[in-house]
């Protein structure tokens, strides 16, 4: 007779997807579209290794049963609001609104901490997100170009009023997908993207959120596809969720690919 | 409802001075009194209703400060723009321009913004009517699924706009959100019979003017300030046809207008109106008898005029191309009795000759009436044409009719005339080509035919001719003229 717990595991080993593929990103010297101090031109990105899909339903589904503790019935409040994972059809099932191969939203920044360590990985910083994200398929860099900014305001003109598609869309140049186009994710950082060391604002905390003051603090103002990401996370606590916000994990560039 | 108003009104009227003096004594004795503040709430807590344009909520009709509540939900949505064209608005409350809000000078309003769980975006709201950093974008901040509530006095009275603040300012701007706040005075403002909701805007799309579609935000055409579209109330045609605002004849009409912008000052004018009283900039001051106001990006006016002939009057931003090019175009349609003393309507119909203008044509009226009524005189004729010949002969024939040595001949004491008094029908109806001789001298010119004159004109300014002058006299009557248009055109030598 098989334990429960025997059960549990079998049933986690199952479900799980093939492990996470996690791609080499070199990293160097970035302009990032906020800049760390008025001073520094540009900013140094370690090299680091980024997950090259967002976490699914069915990936998060396989951690809250093995983390009992991040089932939306048992999760403690501070780390998630009531929304929390209020898609699946239970606390330990996705059911028709979460197909498994569809990113996991509704997820706190706690949650998708806790599951990028159960991967031995962190969530990305900014930076390292934003890094990323400057890629296209053909490009190490390819924010000048009218054209992906047009196809990345594309996603933002649509309300998401239909289910969100599966992961899996077209690779940038280090093999990454999904950066753009399907969902916000959170990044390890994202409540310090307020804070500021200009000396010319007074490190006044407030400077993202309301009229022209986006515009004194970004370097790139008219990357509104880089603003509204930082203006979105900007908006958010820990415990929140939303419909749109997923995540994927980071590791070291030294970490074994698993 | 005009009644109700008017009741209300009265009420409010006879309630309301009493308050007004004191809050004036206040301000008199402590040097230290905040401009609208009346003290604390009174009663119990108020919830504001709002309304989608082009309505505006009835009047507050109060007379003591009230907390006020205020409920405003965020909704990302795809709409029509323009008829086949579709966009994604950023709303508040639904539509665009965003609801409307209405308080009394001394409020306090607990705002709560909610930001539907749908949404992909965070947002915000700043009031220009909210006296405090960033106008409560600051503490409004709110992610998709969340709620924010934050409390002001309204201490000015006046329309203000609100607009989302959250970073891209410009594209949430462009993408709708934004509406008006109107905060009265104490003593509200005077009952009038209609309040409407307008507020313009200017859209950015990657297609072009009525390009079909899904259309998208085009972030290069907002920062260029090259809009695709400016139009009213969120799409074209939001105010025309079924959807026009309505009115009818004698009524006092006030319009809440303000400009969403992101980018254009809108020129904001009603074809075929006055406006009696124009708050400008939404402020308290009047200015009156205002055929255009300048509205700013995100400012406002209170307009108002009296109705008095019936019609379809359109609102238009008179930078003419946005209203004919861009959809800028709304309809106030007025229905009523027409009242002739202030406006006729079109009265006459008629040939339009430049330098006919100048001489006075009460004559020529007077004959085209007289001919109509088969009683016309000779003496009408002359009077009739001495002022058509004024206008159409003198140019080349002189006002003496001495003509021009070597060039025109004359027409006075001219034997070419009295030769043939019928003579010159032909010529005015055909033209005259080659050499004459008049009074002893040749001539060797061209006088085209005066296809625009009427058999009437002919005939009077003949008569006028031929009793001019020393002349021979006698009368050319429109039969005579009609008999020679009739015939067929001589050869260009027979008349000679």
């Given at each position: 007779m098989p334990t429960t717990s025997a059960i549990a595991l079998a049933a986690s080993l199952l479900l799980a997807a093939p492990a996470a593929d996690y791609v080499a990103l070199p990293g160097g010297r970035f302009l990032s579209a906020l800049p760390a101090d008025a001073k520094a031109e540009a900013v140094t990105v370690a090299p680091f290794r980024l997950r090259s899909e967002p976490v699914t339903n069915a990936e998060f589904l396989a951690f809250v049963?093995?983390?009992?503790?991040?089932?939306?019935?048992?999760?403690?409040?501070?780390?998630?609001?009531?929304?929390?994972?209020?898609?699946?059809?239970?606390?330990?099932?996705?059911?028709?609104?979460?197909?498994?191969?569809?990113?996991?939203?509704?997820?706190?920044?706690?949650?998708?901490?806790?599951?990028?360590?159960?991967?031995?990985?962190?969530?990305?910083?900014?930076?390292?997100?934003?890094?990323?994200?400057?890629?296209?398929?053909?490009?190490?860099?390819?924010?000048?170009?009218?054209?992906?900014?047009?196809?990345?305001?594309?996603?933002?003109?649509?309300?998401?009023?239909?289910?969100?598609?599966?992961?899996?869309?077209?690779?940038?140049v280090y093999g990454v997908r999904d950066l753009h186009g399907l969902i916000w994710e959170w990044v390890d950082d994202f409540n310090s993207l307020l804070v500021s060391a200009d000396s010319r604002d007074q490190n006044d905390p407030d400077r993202l959120k309301f009229c022209g003051a986006g515009a004194l603090s970004l370097r790139d103002t008219e990357n509104y596809a880089v603003l509204m990401r930082v203006a979105m996370l900007s908006s958010l606590k820990a415990a929140d969720t939303t419909v749109n916000l997923g995540f994927r994990c980071a590791k070291p560039a030294d970490a074994e690919n698993k | 409802m005009k009644s109700a108003l008017f009741a209300l009104a009265a009420v409010a009227a006879a309630a309301v001075p009493l308050h007004g003096h004191a809050d004036a004594a206040a301000a008199a004795k402590n040097p230290s009194y905040v401009h609208g503040d009346f003290g604390p709430p009174r009663g119990d807590p108020i919830h504001a209703v709002l309304t989608a344009p082009p309505h505006v909520p009835a009047p507050t009709m109060r007379n003591y400060p009230a907390k006020v509540i205020v409920e405003l939900e965020v909704i990302e949505k795809e709409m029509p723009i323009?008829?086949?064209?579709?966009?994604?608005?950023?709303?508040?409350?639904?539509?665009?321009?965003?609801?409307?809000?209405?308080?009394r000078q001394g409020d306090t309003v607990e705002f709560h913004l909610r930001n539907n769980p749908?949404?992909?975006?965070?947002?915000?709201?700043?009031?220009?009517?909210?006296?405090?950093?960033?106008?409560?974008?600051?503490?409004?901040?709110?992610?998709?699924?969340?709620?924010?509530?934050?409390?002001?006095?309204?201490?000015?009275?006046?329309l203000y706009v609100y607009h989302c603040a959250t970073a891209p300012v410009g594209m949430h701007v462009a993408n709708g959100m934004y509406g008006l706040l109107l905060v009265e005075p104490p003593q509200g403002l005077t009952p009038v019979d209609h309040e409407y909701y307008v507020m313009q805007g200017?859209?950015?799309?990657?297609?072009?003017?009525?390009?079909?579609?899904?259309?998208?935000?085009?972030?290069?055409a907002a920062i260029a300030e090259k809009p695709t579209y400016v139009v009213f109330n969120g799409a074209e045609g939001?105010?025309?046809?079924?959807?026009?605002?309505?009115?009818?004849?004698?009524?006092?009409?006030?319009?809440?207008?303000?400009?969403?912008?992101?980018?254009?000052?809108?020129?904001?004018?009603?074809?075929?109106?006055?406006?009696?009283?124009?708050?400008?900039?939404?402020?308290?001051?009047?200015?009156?008898?205002?055929?255009?106001?300048?509205?700013?990006?995100?400012?406002?006016?209170?307009?108002?005029?009296?109705?008095?002939?019936?019609?379809?009057?359109?609102?238009?931003?008179?930078?003419?191309?946005?209203?004919?090019?861009?959809?800028?175009?709304?309809?106030?349609?007025?229905?009523?009795?027409e009242d002739k003393s202030i406006y006729s309507g079109k009265e006459v119909d008629s040939v339009y000759l430049g330098e006919r203008a100048n001489p006075n044509l009460a004559a020529v009226t007077q004959a085209t009436k007289a001919a109509a009524s088969g009683k016309l005189t000779k003496e009408e004729q002359i009077k009739a044409g001495q002022q058509l010949f004024t206008g159409t002969c003198s140019v080349c024939h002189q006002a003496n009719g001495e003509g021009l040595p070597?060039?025109?001949?004359?027409?006075?004491?001219?034997?070419?005339?009295?030769?043939?008094?019928?003579?010159?029908?032909?010529?005015?109806?055909?033209?005259?080509?080659?050499?004459?001789?008049?009074?002893?001298?040749?001539?060797?010119?061209?006088?085209?035919?005066?296809?625009?004159?009427?058999?009437?004109?002919?005939?009077?300014?003949?008569?006028?001719?031929?009793?001019?002058?020393g002349n021979p006299g006698g009368r050319i009557e429109a039969e005579d003229v009609a008999k020679v248009r009739a015939e067929k055109p001589a050869t260009p030598a027979a008349g000679h």
């Open positions: 049963r093995t983390h009992p503790q991040w089932r939306r019935d048992r999760v403690a409040r501070l780390f998630a609001e009531p929304r929390y994972l209020a898609h699946w059809q239970a606390a330990d099932a996705l059911g028709p609104d979460a197909p498994p191969q569809q990113p996991v939203t509704q997820v706190s920044w706690f949650a998708a901490k806790a599951y990028c360590e159960s991967e031995g990985a962190r969530l990305p910083t900014w930076y390292e997100w934003e890094f990323a994200a400057a890629a296209d398929a053909t490009r190490a860099d390819a924010r000048k170009d009218p054209a992906w900014r047009e196809r990345i305001l594309g996603w933002y003109a649509h309300p998401s009023t239909a289910p969100l598609a599966a992961i899996g869309g077209e690779a940038d | 323009s008829e086949g064209v579709t966009y994604t608005f950023w709303t508040f409350g639904g539509t665009v321009p965003g609801s409307f809000i209405r308080v749908n949404n992909k975006m965070p947002h915000n709201i700043d009031l220009h009517g909210v006296t405090g950093p960033g106008g409560g974008a600051a503490s409004s901040f709110t992610a998709p699924g969340h709620e924010s509530q934050f409390t002001f006095k309204a201490l000015n009275e006046g200017d859209f950015y799309t990657t297609g072009k003017y009525r390009e079909k579609g899904h259309q998208p935000f085009d972030m290069e939001a105010l025309t046809g079924d959807k026009a605002l309505t009115a009818k004849t004698g009524e006092t009409v006030r319009l809440f207008v303000g400009n969403g912008g992101p980018n254009l000052v809108s020129s904001f004018h009603v074809i075929g109106e006055i406006f009696d009283r124009v708050q400008y900039e939404g402020g308290t001051h009047v200015q009156e008898n205002v055929q255009t106001t300048l509205i700013p990006a995100g400012g406002a006016a209170i307009v108002e005029f009296h109705t008095e002939v019936p019609g379809s009057y359109v609102l238009v931003d008179h930078s003419i191309f946005r209203a004919f090019n861009k959809g800028a175009l709304a309809i106030l349609k007025v229905d009523g009795p070597g060039v025109f001949p004359p027409l006075a004491k001219s034997d070419f005339i009295a030769a043939d008094p019928k003579r010159p029908v032909q010529i005015l109806l055909r033209g005259l080509t080659g050499k004459v001789t008049v009074n002893g001298k040749d001539y060797n010119s061209v006088m085209p035919p005066m296809s625009q004159l009427n058999d009437d004109e002919i005939a009077n300014i003949l008569t006028f001719v031929l009793n001019s002058w």
